[in-house]
């Protein structure tokens, strides 16, 4: 079951796993220093890029994965 979903939130995400900030900056998104970040979910983020809300999704996922390993 994953762990990050497109209706988690950034900041969320992030402070919980601070290991996915990697992940955000390879696809684009410098994320963490948005405003937008405060308030926004990974899909609304995403979308708003024109990124693969399922690949970034798939890869935070398996990134916290391999960390807990």
Known sequence: MPVIT????????VQK???IV???????LGCIGCMAA??????EGAGAHGIDVDALI????ECIADSNK
């Open 38 to 43: 405060h308030f926004e979910t990974i899909g």
């Open 22 to 28: 990697q992940i955000f900056q390879a696809y684009g």
């Open 58 to 61: 798939a890869d935070l996922n």
């Open 6 to 13: 497109k209706d988690t939130g950034i900041i969320e995400a």
């Open 17 to 19: 796993y601070p290991q």
